[in-house]
């Protein structure tokens, strides 16, 4: 069991947010923002569902969480998301300050870490390979099953 403040516990709320995802046949990816040892904002990714390529899970917390404290800095605030952020979320979470980033399974084809690592700003703590197994066991059987399909 996962102390209620842990990492662990909040990628676990993240990868609720993936199922989500999953269940809506979109890319399984889900996360939640955290201020204060509280979740301020949950999305997963949307993009089928809005016909939006921004729509990424990381996007969506982001503006759910900026909305929820009133201000475009999320200078106090840490990401939890179960895939690490391609550049545009990387970019994204660069304007907004974020304190700190932690993700679950790294994106070897698209992740922000294999373009450039200084695209998060200066100040971002980044941590990697949360409950990575799980996340990774959603993304396989998401395209497992769409390559059945195809």
């Given amino acids: 069991m996962f102390s209620i403040f842990s990492d ?3 990628m676990n709320e993240a990868l609720k947010e993936a199922q989500k995802a999953f269940d809506e046949d979109e890319v399984p990816v889900g ?3 955290v201020c204060n040892n509280k ?3 949950r999305a997963y990714n949307m993009t089928e569902k809005l016909n939006d ?5 990381e996007m969506l917390a982001i503006t759910s969480a900026t909305n929820a404290i009133g201000g475009k800095y999320l200078s106090e605030c840490t990401l939890f998301v179960t895939l690490e952020p391609c550049i545009m979320c990387g970019g994204a979470l660069f304007w907004s300050q974020i304190k700190k980033i932690v993700y ?8 922000f870490s294999k373009v450039t690592p200084s695209i998060l700003h200066p100040k971002t703590e980044v941590i990697g390979n ?3 197994e799980q996340s990774n066991k959603l993304l396989i059987s998401f395209f497992k099953s769409k390559r059945k399909k195809s």
């Fill in 39 to 41: 979740i301020i904002s």
């Fill in 130 to 132: 949360i409950l990575a």
């Fill in 31 to 33: 996360a939640v923002v």
């Fill in 8 to 10: 662990e516990h909040f």
């Fill in 104 to 111: 679950s399974a790294p994106d070897p084809k698209r992740g």
């Fill in 53 to 57: 390529v921004t729509a990424h899970a």
